[in-house]
């Protein structure tokens, strides 16, 4: 239920109340009119009966759906309001029940010639009964109906500037989150790009000085320890620009198929590994998280790929849906257990996809490899 609708029902149940109390009181009034007993008891019975029809289904049309049925319920109410009022012109008092009441349950011009035959009422049981002042009556009628209609007009307006401020309220509030939305991604983007920068002038430089280095003194790397360390300073250089590149928030600068098709070809550029890359379906603009998580995806299961799983054949697809998207990234290598702990990065890609309300799917035995597939509706 949005706001609207609570303050809605918050309102209609001030008006029940109204209601009962200004039925229940001239319910009890009647017995001092000084009309037959049998009479007092006829108009007490049919305001009685408003009431119980009120309790029952009356409150469920006011909150409930234009449809058959508060028309029905007004016509019901109606006409027990003709009969306690023809019988005891007293119970013309609770037109201040009863005008309220027509506005909740019909539309504008229905209503208000429903108001304007209710408060007419006296009057015509004065003609049709040749007794009371039927002059002194219209006169009253007319100043109930207009009276009556200027209520219910100005309730429908306090209704409708009602609800007219509980949307504005809400449209606030969802900008209100959006921008905390958006400063919080900024944020993030400013931290990853500074994390970026660290990594790029420390690490990768450092590694880059290493074998600068080690090349120097022994060119042709005839010292196996040194050709060793070699080795490994670069395979640390590849994975510190991997991770400068997962972090960057240029790396979807040319969009998302672009962007994993780059990063199939850096790891056969730096792992020597051929690493196949297709697409299947119209690729599509995609909202941004989603193809961050995507792209994160695909460049931690080729990090695992090269760090792990020793492969000599690497797939990756990128599946467009019309509901989804999907990555799948497919090795040759050894496998290892799925239903183990996994490491931080498997872990870090499974939260990513709750985010955006994607699933991670993890396949993998030493006979097949491993199939990393990650879906997220778009």
Excluded at 20 to 30: D, I, P
Excluded at 66 to 75: F, H, K, Q, R, Y
Excluded at 287 to 295: F, K, M, R
Excluded at 297 to 315: K, W
Aim: net charge negative; aromatic share 6%.
């Amino acid at each position: 239920m949005t706001d609207s609708e609570a303050d809605y029902v918050a309102y209609s149940r001030w008006w029940d109340v109204y209601f009962f109390v200004v039925a229940a009181a001239n319910a009890v009034a009647l017995f001092g009119s000084g009309e037959s007993a049998a009479r007092e008891l006829i108009a007490a019975g049919a305001i009685a009966g408003m009431m119980i029809v009120h309790a029952t289904i009356g409150w469920r049309a006011v909150r409930g759906p234009e449809g058959p049925l508060p028309i029905t319920v007004l016509a019901g109410q109606m006409a027990l309001f003709l009969v306690a009022a023809s019988t005891v012109p007293m119970a013309s008092w609770l037109l201040f029940a009863v005008v309220p009441l027509t506005f909740q349950l019909a539309p504008v011009r229905l209503a208000i010639g429903a108001v304007l035959l209710v408060t007419l009422v006296p009057t015509v049981v004065d003609v049709v009964t040749g007794q009371g002042d039927a002059k002194r009556d219209l006169m009253i009628s007319l100043i109930s109906a207009a009276s009556g209609i200027w209520l219910g007009l100005w309730i429908i307006r306090v209704i409708e500037q009602s609800k007219g401020r509980a949307a504005l309220i809400a449209e606030l509030e969802a900008t209100r989150a959006q921008l905390a939305r958006l400063s919080h991604e900024a944020g993030v983007t400013a931290e990853r790009t500074r994390l970026a920068g660290e990594i790029h002038d420390t690490l990768a430089q450092g590694f880059t000085s290493i074998i600068t280095l080690i090349q120097a003194s022994d060119p042709e790397l005839r010292d196996e320890r040194l050709a060793l360390a070699v080795r490994t300073a670069k395979e640390n250089l590849a994975e510190s620009r991997a991770i400068v590149a997962a972090l960057s928030p240029s790396a979807l600068a040319s969009g998302l198929l672009d962007s994993v098709r780059r990063q199939a070809s850096r790891f056969t550029e730096e792992t020597g590994v051929q690493a196949g890359f297709r697409v299947t379906g119209e690729s599509r603009d995609l909202p941004t998280p989603a193809e961050v998580v995507l792209l994160r995806a695909t460049q931690e299961a080729l990090t695992n790929v090269r760090r792990h799983a020793r492969a000599n054949e690497v797939a990756v697809l990128l599946a467009y849906a019309p509901g989804s998207v999907r990555i799948a990234v497919r090795d040759d290598g050894c496998g290892f257990d799925p239903a183990g702990p996994g490491g931080f990065g498997l872990r870090g890609m499974r939260q990513r996809a709750e985010q955006v309300g994607g699933t991670l799917t993890v396949r993998s035995d030493p006979d097949t490899g491993t199939t990393i597939e990650l879906e997220v509706p778009a």
